[in-house]
Nanobody, 121 residues
Framework: VQLQASGGGLVQAGGSLRLSCAAS????????MGWFRQAPGKEREFVAAIGQYVSTYYEDSVKGRFAISRDNGANTVYLQMNSLKPEDTAVYYCAADRGSLVSIKSGPDYWGQGTQVTVSS
């Protein structure tokens, strides 16, 4: 299984970025897909997840600013990030889990490599 994340970069506070994660080696539509992030000196934390039937789940600090979506035909999950804040600065990781929107938070089955997001004030 490979999860290839892209789309990170440097943006000013208030700006937007769209992350993408292309998956291969798995039956994509059968997996819950998610995004996590890890800021310097902090533990990796859950950001958002999308179920097999497009239900979604967000960490409180990103609700109303971030939107997760998926394209099963393209085996890709997206994270649209709007109204970015300096505290959103982190390495963002995509993940896949065969379980649920709840179980992915406990530790997904697969991790992708990260993409750096830096928000300047």
């Amino acid at each position: 299984v490979q999860l290839q994340a892209s789309g990170g970069g440097l943006v000013q506070a208030g700006g937007s970025l769209r992350l993408s994660c292309a998956a291969s080696g798995l039956t994509f539509s059968s997996y819950v897909m998610g995004w996590f992030r890890q800021a310097p000196g902090k533990e990796r934390e859950f950001v958002a997840a999308i179920g097999q039937y497009v239900s979604t789940y967000y960490e409180d600090s990103v609700k109303g600013r971030f939107a997760i979506s998926r394209d099963n035909g393209a085996n890709t999950v997206y994270l649209q990030m709007n109204s970015l804040k300096p505290e959103d600065t982190a390495v963002y990781y995509c993940a896949a889990d065969r379980g649920s929107l709840v179980s992915i938070k406990s530790g997904p089955d697969y991790w992708g490599q990260g993409t750096q997001v830096t928000v300047s004030s």
